[in-house]
Structures are given as C-alpha cells and as structure tokens.
C-alpha cells in the first residue's frame, strides 16, 4: 500500500515590501492561503455555421486570501504594511511580492505587483477569530523555481 503525507507546517510563505521588510510565515498565526487566479486564459467565439475560433488570452492576474488570527503576528504585519501604502506615494501601492513554497507537493509560487483589495472584515466575540485579507496580484507564476 502507497500513501502519502501533507503537512500545513511544510509550507512557508514569504511577504516582502521594499520599504517596510518582510515577513516569513511558516504556520503560525495562519488558518490557510489560497490563490486563484482571474483571468480566463481562453474563451471560444462560436459563429452562425458552428465553427469555433478559440483565443489565447494572456494575463496572470489573480488574488490570494490569507487568514490570520487576529492576535497573530502576521495580521498585525500586515496591518502595519496596508497602513504604511495607505499614506505611500501612488508608485509603492503594488511593490509588494508573496512568496509560497510547499516543498513536498513541489510547489513555489510567487506574486508580485501585490495590492491589497480592502481591509478585511473585523469581528469581536467571546471566542477570537481569523480575519481574511486579500490580496491582489498583477501576475502569478507557479512552479518558479
């Protein structure tokens, strides 16, 4: 019998802003990442006797959504970094990159041209809770080695 293992603890991501550093992410705070992209790469134009004209579209556009747990490290770096381009010249607004690994699925992916979309919603109750941020990112290149 073949099986194989995942580990959240594997995977590490990276966020770096020239003027404010970085931050290395590997778990702590995290309740998960996702990315999805945009843009649809393809789209068919079918013609009034069926024929299909397909079209490669370019764009590597997309966003990913972090949730932190809002007494976490990570969300208050990334409170400091949305407060920092908040008041930035318009030219820093997308200068940050992300970066994900996940070694044991093989996975790098880098983002860059990162802005953020909006703060994320806040909410307080007895029990703490994760706050989402999402990001969005002028281009997505997975598998960069």
């Given at each position: 019998?073949?099986?194989?293992?995942?580990?959240?603890?594997?995977?590490?991501?990276?966020?770096?802003?020239?003027?404010?550093?970085q931050?290395?992410a590997s778990?702590?705070?995290?309740?998960?990442i996702?990315i999805?992209?945009?843009t649809?790469?393809?789209?068919?134009?079918?013609?009034?006797?069926?024929?299909?004209?397909?079209?490669?579209?370019?764009?590597?556009?997309?966003?990913?959504?972090i949730?932190?747990?809002?007494?976490?490290?990570?969300?208050?770096?990334?409170?400091?970094?949305?407060n920092?381009?908040?008041t930035?010249?318009?030219?820093?607004?997308?200068?940050?990159?992300?970066?994900?690994?996940?070694?044991r699925?093989?996975?790098?992916?880098?983002?860059?041209?990162?802005?953020f979309q909006?703060?994320?919603?806040?909410?307080?109750?007895?029990?703490?809770?994760?706050?989402?941020?999402?990001?969005?990112?002028a281009?997505?290149?997975?598998?960069?080695?």
């Amino acid at each position: 019998m073949s099986y194989t293992t995942y580990s959240f603890e594997d995977v590490t991501m990276t966020i770096s802003n020239p003027a404010v550093g970085q931050f290395v992410a590997s778990g702590t705070g995290i309740g998960s990442i996702s990315i999805a992209m945009t843009t649809d790469r393809t789209a068919h134009d079918v013609s009034a006797d069926g024929s299909v004209m397909v079209s490669k579209i370019p764009g590597r556009n997309g966003n990913t959504s972090i949730a932190a747990q809002q007494t976490s490290d990570l969300n208050q770096w990334l409170i400091r970094l949305y407060n920092y381009l908040e008041t930035a010249p318009t030219s820093q607004w997308a200068s940050t990159s992300i970066l994900i690994r996940a070694p044991r699925m093989q996975d790098h992916i880098a983002l860059t041209g990162v802005s953020f979309q909006k703060l994320p919603d806040r909410q307080y109750q007895a029990q703490g809770q994760q706050v989402t941020w999402t990001l969005m990112a002028a281009d997505i290149q997975q598998n960069v080695v």
